[in-house]
């Protein structure tokens, strides 16, 4: 059987010899490997598939050009817009949805190729014509019309002659190609084209190596550690294999090759990326579509972010944008509404923003002409504008540069064929089309770095090299397969005769054949995308078990540093570039990181904005309160010696330092909040005001006339419904005053309220609805009541939501309004195997019952209401529906009534009360301490008032633990 090899050998010294390849990557590499067998040669006489065809065509129509691929995706999108006028498609897009089919456009696109050979199938078939057979044909006459139009042709619909010009041609590989059937009559006929065809030979262990891996991780790094061992031997001997000898091909390329080139880059193996991708996917080449982005979303707050945060780009005015954004964010402009424009909005209402402001009209005024652009060449032009106004030419980073200038190529290329057909090419959106070439054109930088050569599967299949490689070898990701006229149903390409090639075990033959070593093929058990199974055409090949782990260290060298460093062997022969640079990073830090911060903060006050004196200012002026016998001369006075200062002590106060007193400090006292770039139209907190205010009101009429909470005829009194209408209605259209928030909302933020008014008078009638089923017979006795009880150094203080007096007894109800998700009995309580988590209820029992100490009344049951959900948590005493009669909790050992005990027989109210006295004494104590070691001394932060190191759970899962270095504890058992 004749190889590439030997028919090199055999017609290389013959000019007249062409060899036409599958693609051009194999004829690139064989017309190398022929310069063994010859001094020069002429690369003319290699040459891909499709050249071959398209060169041979042109011979026949010299008077007409081959239709560019735009020009034909334009075809289809005016096709398109005609439809959408007047339709005359009936089946290929349904009159229902041709007014807004424009996103077929690459699919019709698609079908204009291959309408000659569906043509042909269907004139040898006698079935019927259904509506889709005369969509198909009138699609036909309307685009060889337009070619005739234009003195253009179609490629794929011509048929060359291939006569006989002295030339001789060998078709390499011609059952991979995939429209070879179409021209497989002609061709053999012909007696000046030779063919040379893929090898017969099953695939065994002698011709590929195959590994079977646990996961892509594993995969990629044992390839990695492979490749390596070929170019660089253990033994220090002269290696066989130079990098660019290697081929490694990616099914899956565009999800795998980020992750490939960063194992290679990672054990320093040299790599030459030969699998483009879309300009659109490089992060400058996106510039186009966040422009457009910009225009279609009416300049909401993420488009704007997403442009103007780009790295890619060097703006000219970075503190504008960092304005802007900031401003954004703080005043919501989330989206604009009515065709009002939100950000404008915003800026009339807060002046003194005119950096940020101008940046906007100005950004405004580009996209808008932009978006509006006639013709593709003005699109040019308009977009040098924009880059005039907002770009620093000189600051672009090489790779950004390189890109952008290849979208500006693609942009003037659309311009010249706009220039030679001016009808034809005319679009009604340029920047929209613009950006979906943009979004189909393969780009890939030049580069003359020699390395490991990194493909796409399949390209290189061909290419003859000493060692290719394939990874994810999985039955999905190889599995290759034909399909001609794909747009038809099975049943009528089945009457067409038309079937399927599977052509995915002659690629995998390809690779094996090609390969100097045995093809070096794998897979993984658990890829990024999920499961999968080896492909059957490994079958034939001896499985390779993975390696066990603790071998790595023998030719892993970062296995072989964490071996060292865990004190297992000894120190690694060779460290990669990353792990000494890693190192050198680390030994520049190692001093710095010795020291606390509130150290470095202390010996260092003048680099430091925060000194450890500051530190206990913030904290004393935070907490310190006057008191009832005197007043202090300063709130910011840092002593706190004087009878007259007060520690305040609240419940949220509470929760959050017996969490963590570093977290307590850097969110309560400091209030570091965690930079996000996000703008919303309301935040969680304001939502549960509005919620809390609504409720309020409604429950001070029940106040205010003295009547019990009660339902008639199982329905909501009449009155109440109305009230609570009225109440959503005054409430949102005061705000912000009405809700006691200092400040403007912004307008979107108001008018979002007022376009969910209803459904929340609707929230809120279900609420109350539940509400009185569950409290029937009780009197409200209070609302938002503001207790406070002094004791020692400290003043409790705390607002309950609501108090609640019963009709039939002295007993009285603590509620608790929640928006979220209300804490549960075992954080409200003390119990035997846990520490009181949340400090609310039993510091509202202790306010109300040390307020009524001279009445002796007590709190008989105290509960969270959920308002999302409509149903209580009672933690104290127990509730019974009068609607349904459930009770809550539901089963009697569950309930803890306000003199007796749990069901442990241990856990009691007061017990509860004495833990909170406990962690209020111990509060007070650590923050009246002037010293303050809980957050100055190394060997206290991190630590509880009682000695006991904050869990490490607690820590992991901080939003402050960049800023504290307790977290960062080895083996994570403390």
């Not at 089309?433 to 299949?461: I, M, N, P």
Request: proline share 4%.
């Amino acid at each position: 059987m004749q190889t590439v090899e030997t028919a090199l050998k055999e017609h290389i010294g013959d000019s007249s010899f062409f060899f036409v390849f599958p693609t051009d990557i194999a004829a690139s590499c064989w017309a190398d490997y022929a310069l063994r067998f010859t001094e020069a040669l002429a690369l003319e006489r290699f040459t891909a598939w499709d050249r071959f065809k398209s060169e041979a065509v042109r011979a026949v129509h010299q008077d007409k050009k081959s239709i560019p691929a735009v020009l034909r995706r334009l075809f289809a999108l005016q096709l398109l817009e005609a439809n959408a006028q007047e339709p005359f498609f009936s089946s290929l897009i349904p009159q229902t949805y041709a007014a807004s089919a424009s996103g077929f456009t690459d699919w019709l696109a698609s079908l204009l190729p291959q309408l000659a050979l569906w043509k042909k199938k269907r004139g040898q078939s006698s079935a019927s014509r259904d509506a889709e057979d005369e969509d198909l044909y009138k699609l036909e006459t309307l685009y060889r019309s337009f070619l005739d139009k234009y003195s253009l042709f179609e490629p794929a619909w011509e048929m060359p002659p291939f006569k006989d010009e002295g030339k001789k041609y060998v078709i390499v590989y011609p059952e991979i190609l995939q429209d070879f059937e179409e021209y497989r009559l002609l061709l053999e006929q012909s007696p000046h084209v030779s063919f040379i065809h893929v090898p017969s030979s099953p695939l065994d262990t002698g011709l590929c190596r195959f590994t079977e891996y646990s996961n892509t991780r594993t995969e990629l790094r044992k390839t990695a550690l492979f490749i390596r061992s070929l170019c660089t031997p253990k033994d220090g001997s002269r290696p066989r294999f130079d990098w660019s000898d290697i081929a490694l091909s990616i099914p899956d390329s565009e999800n795998l090759i980020p992750y490939v080139m960063r194992e290679l880059a990672l054990y320093n193996i040299p790599a030459r990326l030969r699998s483009g991708k879309k300009l659109s996917l490089y992060a400058a080449g996106n510039l186009f579509s966040l422009i457009r982005n910009c225009y279609n979303e009416s300049f909401s707050f993420d488009s704007v972010r997403a442009l103007l945060t780009d790295p890619s780009f060097p703006w000219k005015d970075e503190t504008a944008i960092n304005q802007l954004i900031a401003f954004g964010i703080e005043h919501n402009c989330l989206c604009s509404y009515d065709n009002i424009d939100v950000w404008e909005q915003a800026f009339s209402k807060a002046p003194g923003e005119e950096r940020a402001f101008a940046l906007y009209r100005e950004l405004k005024k580009q996209v808008r002409s932009m978006a509006g652009a006639s013709s593709f060449r003005k699109l040019r032009e308009l977009y040098f504008a924009f880059a005039g106004a907002f770009f620093n030419p000189e600051l672009f980073s090489e790779e950004s540069d390189r890109i952008l200038s290849r979208c500006i190529s693609e942009l003037g290329a659309l311009a010249d064929l706009e220039a030679d057909y001016p009808e034809a090419a005319h679009c009604s959106n340029v920047l929209d089309f613009f950006v979906s070439v943009l979004d189909s054109k393969d780009y890939l930088a030049q580069s003359s770095e020699r390395g490991v050569s990194v493909f796409s599967y399949r390209v290189a299949a061909a290419a003859p090299f000493k060692c290719h490689i394939v990874v994810n070898a999985s039955q999905n990701a190889l599995n290759t397969v034909y399909r001609p006229l794909a747009f038809l149903d099975e049943a009528k390409r089945f009457d067409l005769h038309i079937s399927d090639r599977d052509v995915s075990a002659l690629f995998v033959r390809l690779y094996a054949a090609h390969s100097a070593l045995p093809l070096c093929a794998s897979s993984s058990r658990k890829s990024f995308s999920g499961y999968a199974i080896a492909h059957h055409v490994f079958d034939g090949c001896t499985v390779t078990a993975e390696k066990d782990n603790k071998a790595d260290a023998e030719e892993d060298f970062f296995a072989a540093e964490r071996s060292f460093l865990s004190g297992e062997s000894l120190t690694p022969s060779f460290l990669h570039s990353v792990q000494k640079e890693g190192f050198f990073a680390w030994a520049a830090v190692r001093e710095d990181v010795k020291k606390n911060v509130f150290q470095d903060i202390e010996n260092d006050s003048e680099k430091n904005v925060l000194s450890a004196d500051i530190i206990r200012e913030k904290i004393l002026s935070r907490v310190c309160e006057r008191g009832h016998e005197s007043a202090r001369t300063s709130a910011s006075d840092p002593a706190c010696d004087s009878p007259s200062c007060k520690i305040k002590v609240s419940a949220s106060d509470l929760k959050s330092f017996y969490t963590c007193p570093l977290q307590w400090l850097f969110s309560r006292v400091l209030r570091v909040r965690e930079y996000t770039a996000d703008a919303s139209v309301v935040d969680d907190v304001f939502i549960g005001t509005l919620y809390h205010e609504i409720i309020r009101r409604v429950l001070d009429t029940y106040k205010k006339a003295r009547l019990p909470l009660s339902l008639k005829d199982g329905r909501l009194p009449s009155q109440t419904e109305a009230c609570v209408k009225n109440s959503v209605r005054d409430v949102i259209t005061g705000l912000p005053d009405s809700c006691g928030l200092g400040g403007d909302l912004s307008p979107l933020t108001v008018e979002s309220f007022r376009m969910q008014e209803t459904s929340i008078v609707q929230k809120l009638t279900d609420f109350f609805y539940e509400f009185i089923g569950w409290f029937s017979g009780f009197f409200v006795s209070e609302t938002e009541k503001t207790l406070t009880l002094e004791s020692g150094n400290r003043i409790l203080k705390g607002t309950i939501d609501c108090i609640l007096e019963s009709a039939t007894s002295d007993s009285v109800c603590i509620v608790d309004f929640k928006t979220g998700t209300p804490p549960g009995f075992a954080e409200c309580i003390k119990l035997p195997e846990s520490e009181l988590s949340d400090f609310q209820l039993a510091s509202y029992i202790e306010l109300y019952e040390s307020s009524a100490r001279s009445t002796g009344d007590r709190v008989d049951t105290a509960v969270f209401f959920s308002i999302n959900n409509k149903e209580p948590t009672a933690i104290v005493g127990s509730l019974v529906s009068a609607l349904t009669g459930k009770k809550k909790p539901y089963y009697n050992t569950h309930i803890l009534p306000r003199d007796g005990v749990y069901k442990d027989g241990i856990s009691s109210v007061d017990g509860t009360l004495e833990a909170l006295e406990k962690a209020a004494q111990a509060y007070a104590a650590a923050l009246s301490d002037n010293n303050l070691p809980l957050f100055t001394d190394p060997l206290r932060t991190g630590f509880f008032p009682d000695g006991s190191r904050v869990p490490y759970k607690t820590c992991a899962q901080c939003a402050h633990k960049a800023l504290c270095r307790t977290t960062y504890n080895l083996g994570r058992s403390s």
